[in-house]
């Protein structure tokens, strides 16, 4: 071997970082391989938040919710398909997330809400900063405190295993270097997604064929070849999910905050035509349905000055607006004069506090101040729920049924937490619980 260390780290996303970082603090050494020129992966992209029960976050806002009402929330997005062992790591340690992030220097302090969840339970940072990208620079300034050895363009090809079945090491194709094996007596895959990926999308979901997609160019799932080829079983591959609002204009993600904080959706009618935060799934589902296979966000200044990714948009020059409604509706080819009408009647269900069209349950503001908004959307593959089997340990399950020594995973590489659909806000916290999970318990394996 070029390199000797007690355990490699496949990936310097947020499930890979969180690993390294516990992993180095319960005394391992460790490598991180990136195969991509930067650090991050498609965690930095996220937007929405750290779903969290029962947080010191949520009790200052005095918001009320249990580890019950998470898990079911959790389940029922993901149709219950979710493997409930990992379910319960993922909501019972999902505080104890927020914490650990919040004690290595995370700002998680503003608290509001995403698609499927019954109470306000996305953590982010105050004043609407993207969470992915500062988790990813707290995680990584953590590391680098640490002097964690992490490597980049460094592609991880193959987990090398003895006779045994015991991981020993793993082979690198550095983009300099060329090919070497660094000896480790444990691994954590976190290798992300495949989203990014259409070849295999489009091979375990043919309705996508052709799909754009929001992630990260690294997210194409060679991690998974790697994973299988040392003998790791799959799960719930075929569920892959497309996030509703992906700007027909700019090709950025919208995120679903701006729905959350109040923005509706309408087709070229100018009529609404669902519950604007129901799951993602069910939301994409019905965009597709409608004239064009598109839809607008629509929204007013109060929204766009609760939100500042709403400026980034701006900026990309993707949100056409205008004084008045109808005018907006118009110069876009939607039916102006029902978009006001539609806006009005939204307007009344929001005075009423009740939606009695589409029974949307948080209406937050109501859309009648300054300029009005709309952003063109139409949904693109965002997130790939099936992957490696683990167990409720991070360690990896072969295709016998049987854990493999030394071979754990975490993060959006693997199957089961999320079941057929992940709630928005679930990654940040999978991520970062199963990551450390998977690091502490790869540090813990190596010293035994
Ligand atoms: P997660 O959210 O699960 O942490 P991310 O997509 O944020 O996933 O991060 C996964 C990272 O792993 C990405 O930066 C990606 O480039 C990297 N990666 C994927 N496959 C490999 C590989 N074979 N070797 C090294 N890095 C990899």
């Known amino acids: 071997p070029r390199d000797t260390t007690d355990i490699v780290i496949i990936g310097s996303g947020g499930a890979g970082l969180s690993a390294a970082v516990a992993a180095h603090d319960k005394g391992a050494k460790v490598i991180v391989l990136e195969k991509e020129p930067l650090v991050g992966g498609n965690t930095k992209l996220a937007a929405g938040g750290m779903n969290a029960a029962l947080t010191k976050q949520q009790k200052a806002k005095g918001i009320e919710d249990s580890l019950e009402l998470m898990t079911e929330d959790t389940m029922k997005g993901g149709r219950n398909i979710n493997d409930p062992a990992l379910v319960e790591v993922l909501v019972t340690h999902s505080a104890g997330s927020v914490d650990w992030l919040t004690g290595l220097g995370a700002d998680l302090n503003d608290v509001g809400r995403m698609g499927g969840a019954s109470v306000n339970r996305t953590h ?16 990584y300034d953590n590391a680098e405190k640490r002097e964690i050895d992490i490597r980049f363009n460094s592609r991880a090809v193959e987990i090398l295993e003895d ?9 690198v194709k550095g983009g300099h270097t060329g090919y070497y094996w660094i000896k480790a007596d444990a691994v954590v895959v976190a290798t992300g997604g495949f989203a990014r990926n259409n070849e295999r999308v489009a091979s375990l979901d043919p309705k996508l064929k052709g799909f754009a997609a929001t992630n990260h160019p690294g997210a194409t799932g060679d991690g998974l070849d790697v994973a299988s080829n040392a003998g790791a079983a799959m ?31 309408v087709n070229r009618e100018g009529d609404r035509f669902v519950n604007e935060i129901t799951t993602r799934d069910k939301a994409s589902a019905a965009i597709l349905e409608q004239t064009g296979k598109t ?3 629509i929204f007013d200044d109060s929204v766009r000055h609760s939100l500042k990714k709403i400026e980034r948009y701006i900026e990309l020059g993707v949100v056409p607006s205008n004084s008045s409604l109808k005018a907006l509706g118009d110069s876009l080819g939607i039916n102006g004069a029902e978009l006001e009408k539609s806006v009005a009647r939204y307007n009344e ?15 937050p503001r109501s859309l009648n101040q300054g300029n009005f908004y709309a952003i063109e959307v139409t949904p693109a593959v965002h997130h790939t729920m099936g992957g490696v089997k683990i167990d409720n340990h991070g360690e990896v399950v072969s295709t016998e049924g049987k854990v493999i ?12 937490v ?7 806000g679930n990654a940040i916290s999978d991520i970062v619980t199963f990551g450390r999970m998977a690091g502490e318990n790869a540090a813990a394996f190596v010293k035994k």
Do not use: C, W
């Not at 992906?246 to 995120?255: E, F, K, Q, R, Y």
């Not at 269900?349 to 949307?360: H, I, S, T, W, Y």
């Open 124 to 139: 982010r940072p105050t004043g609407g900063a993207g969470v992915g990208a500062h988790v990813v620079q707290v995680l």
């Open 295 to 297: 839809a607008f966000l």
């Open 349 to 363: 269900f929001v005075a009423a506090g009740k939606d009695g069209d589409f029974a949307r349950p948080n209406m």
């Open 418 to 424: 999320h079941g057929a659909n992940r709630l928005g």
């Open 235 to 265: 799960k719930d591959l075929e569920y892959i999910q497309a996030h509703p609002t992906l700007s027909v204009a700019g090709g950025v993600m919208v995120t679903e905050a701006v729905r959350g904080n109040g923005a509706i959706l």
């Open 163 to 171: 006779d045994n079945g015991q991981v020993r090491g793993v082979l």
């Open 405 to 416: 020594k030394g071979m754990f995973a975490a993060g959006e590489v693997t199957g089961g």
